[in-house]
Each structure stands twice: as C-alpha cells, then as structure tokens.
Nanobody
Framework: QVQLVESGGGTVQAGGSLTLSCAASGFTYSNYFMGWFRQVPGKEREGVAAIRSDGIIAYADSVKGRFTISQDNAKNTVYLQMNSLKPEDTAMYYC???????????????????WGQGTQVTVSS
C-alpha cells in the first residue's frame, strides 16, 4: 500500500524554526520526485520545495534562503527544514510524490500523483 505520512507541524513564533518529515512506503520505483506543497483556505496549493531522486532541487522564491529540503534514501524520508518562519508561511503543508520528470515539473502539483494527509504549520506574529 502506497503511503506518505507527514509529521512535524505545529505552532511557532515568527523567526522560529520547524522541521517537517515525510515518510514514504509502498513505492516500488526508485526514480521519483518528492515535493512539499502548502495551501491556505481560499487559495491554490503552491509548490514550496521539491527534490528529484538524483538530488536536483527546486524552491519557491518565497522560501529561498529560509527552507531546505533533503532526503534520507535509507529511511525513504524527505525533510523540510524551515527557518526564519514568517506569519505568511502559515498553511497546511502536504508531502507529495510523483514520477521522475524534467526539473521544470518539480514545483507543479500536476507532476505528482500521491499525496499525504497534510500537517498544519502556524506562525504567530
């Protein structure tokens, strides 16, 4: 059974840090994308950071220099280290996995076909 399970969300003050984790299980292919997306009510889901199985990485402009995506292949887990958090980072964060494609697809949600249940991140001012 294919599964993505996020953890690590919570409430933090502006300027603080959080690390999200996404554990993948049940996947049989080794070439993939793993991405983090976020969504606030009434807005479209946006790509935040993504990593291809060969290590190619992409970040949204709004998080460059503050967020870092990484993967632990042995644990089938992807992490999102979020530093210098801002109130506008408040959202539901989703982990997603898709098939290996060119880097231009990394932050496009239509490049992903498996999604986690989401973890809430709230940044207070």
């Amino acid at each position: 059974q294919v599964q993505l399970v996020e953890s690590g969300g919570g409430t933090v003050q502006a300027g603080g840090s959080l690390t999200l984790s996404c554990a993948a299980s049940g996947f049989t292919y080794s070439n993939y994308f793993m991405g983090w997306f976020r969504q606030v009510p009434g807005k479209e889901r946006e790509g935040v950071a993504a990593i291809r199985s060969d290590g190619i990485i992409a970040y949204a402009d709004s998080v460059k220099g503050r967020f870092t995506i990484s993967q632990d292949n042995a644990k089938n887990t992807v992490y999102l280290q979020m530093n210098s958090l801002k109130p506008e980072d408040t959202a539901m964060y989703y982990c997603a996995r898709g098939l290996y494609r060119s880097p231009g697809w990394l932050l496009r949600q239509d490049g992903y076909n498996y999604w986690g249940q989401g973890t809430q991140v709230t940044v207070s001012s």
